[in-house]
């Protein structure tokens, strides 16, 4: 009878300590989301990163964050096992549930790049000249940490005075310790200011001032006898109609046309002390200094004379003719 109540004692403390085991396991947990778009700024992944109800567990590093401004994808499988190795009361739905992790970054950009490598060759281009710059490499932006200051130097570089091309290393942050270095390489082009029409021009209108403006372009992309100045193109007219915003050949345009074919002008006939006109018909069309002939409306003669001005020719004194 005493051995039977012994048994039964040890049996119920055994009992409770079992069940308090299985208390503890089971406990109840607060309910937690995943974070889908997950943003970090700091090298580790922790678990107050995934999910959002983490509790104590929430400072506990699950991994390496990717590299600034990169990313990566967390899978189902993997976001289970976490959960279930911190105790946190979340289960995939599906396979898909997924979460994208963000390594927040400060952004060095090409722009910042090509300024720094340009500066670098100041030594070596011409002041007057503007040169651009491509890069062979794929890189399109610099991402840092964002605790530190961003900021790239060129520690080192190299020209082929011939082709253009060039070799850079980069280190960035700069004059930092643990910097980090990049080697990129491209080529530098020479870009020259050209004149262009606004609008589209049509054959035998008169390009104004306010119809031009100037643009910058690689030369290597311009072809022969293209119009390098304003004044070349203002107050000429086109031999065809002018596209909007492309160069513009020496052979697009000429002097503006006063005379025309078959038109009524003015002839001039002036020496030092006198000054005759008669009327006449063009016989062929000119601009401003073109040599062209004239029917002389009276003597039905037909003489040459140099254009003055809209519908005026003068005919000079070494040119004697009947005016009337």
């Known amino acids: 009878m005493q051995r039977s109540s012994i048994k039964n004692v040890l049996h119920a403390q055994l009992s409770g300590i079992l069940t308090g085991v299985v208390l503890l396991t089971a406990s109840p947990v607060t309910a937690a ?15 107050g990163d995934i999910f ?8 506990k590093i699950v991994g390496r964050a990717p590299e600034p401004g990169r990313r990566f994808t967390l ?26 992790v963000e390594r927040a970054s400060h952004v060095i950009g090409q722009d910042e790049i090509k300024a720094k490598i340009l500066f670098a060759l100041k030594s070596e281009i011409p002041a007057q ?68 029409v606004t609008r589209r021009v049509r054959k035998g209108e008169i390009i104004e001032k306010d119809d031009v403006q100037t643009i910058i372009i690689r030369a290597d ?6 119009l ?51 009327r006449g018909k063009a016989k062929q069309s000119g601009s401003l200094g073109d040599t062209v002939r004239v029917l002389n409306s009276g003597s039905k003669k037909v003489v040459e004379g140099t254009v003055t001005g809209p519908s005026e020719i003068t ?9 009337n």
């Open 75 to 100: 899978e189902a499988r993997w976001l289970a096992y976490v959960a279930n190795s911190y105790n946190i009361n979340w289960k995939p739905i599906t396979a898909e549930d997924r979460a994208v």
């Open 52 to 59: 959002d109800g983490a509790g104590q567990y929430a400072d």
């Open 221 to 226: 992309k311009l072809g022969r006898d293209v």
């Open 129 to 196: 000249e503007k040169y651009s710059i491509t890069l062979n490499n794929r890189l399109t932006a610099l991402h840092l940490p964002t605790d530190v200051t961003p900021s790239v130097a060129v520690q080192k570089i190299e020209r082929d005075k011939i082709s253009n091309r060039f070799f850079a290393v980069l280190t960035t942050p700069k004059h930092q310790p643990g910097a980090r270095r990049f080697t990129i390489s491209g080529k530098l082009f020479r870009m020259v200011e050209i004149p262009i």
């Open 315 to 323: 005919v000079t004194a070494n040119r004697p003719i009947t005016l």
């Open 33 to 47: 989301s995943l974070y889908r778009n997950i943003i970090v700024d700091s090298k580790n992944l922790k678990v």
């Open 228 to 278: 390098m100045s304003t004044e070349e193109l203002i107050g000429k007219s086109p031999k065809r109609t002018l596209i909007e915003h492309r160069p513009i050949r020496t052979g697009d345009v000429r002097e503006p046309v006063l005379v025309k074919r078959s038109s009524l002008v003015t002839m001039v006939y002036q020496t030092r002390f006198m000054r005759i006109s008669a």
